[in-house]
């Protein structure tokens, strides 16, 4: 059974949160709840066992930066090294 619970967030964030969500097919009450679910699933005694916790001290120490191949670009590169092996 589903209950409701009233958070607070900044503005900012819950529009973040919301977009993120909707790019998921999710809704952001089931987005907390996941994520709340994998917290607590896990039996993290604190805030700082959680495994985002280095990721978000970096975060806050300064912008972190994440750069992701799509599987074209490493199916081109995997192609150009097999083909000069074959040489």
């Given at each position: 059974?589903?209950?409701?619970?009233?958070?607070?967030?900044?503005?900012?964030?819950?529009?973040?949160?919301?977009?993120?969500?909707?790019?998921?097919?999710?809704?952001?009450?089931?987005?907390?709840?996941?994520?709340?679910?994998?917290?607590i699933d896990q039996g993290y005694r604190s805030l700082d066992e959680l495994p985002?916790?280095?990721?978000?001290?970096?975060?806050?120490?300064?912008?972190?930066?994440?750069?992701?191949?799509?599987?074209?670009?490493?199916?081109?590169?995997?192609?150009?090294?097999?083909?000069?092996?074959?040489?």
């Amino acid at each position: 059974m589903d209950t409701k619970v009233t958070l607070s967030f900044d503005q900012a964030v819950i529009a973040k949160a919301k977009a993120y969500a909707e790019a998921n097919n999710i809704s952001l009450s089931r987005l907390v709840e996941f994520m709340l679910s994998k917290v607590i699933d896990q039996g993290y005694r604190s805030l700082d066992e959680l495994p985002v916790s280095d990721w978000v001290h970096q975060v806050a120490e300064g912008e972190a930066t994440y750069v992701r191949k799509n599987a074209a670009q490493r199916n081109l590169k995997k192609d150009y090294l097999d083909s000069r092996r074959k040489r």
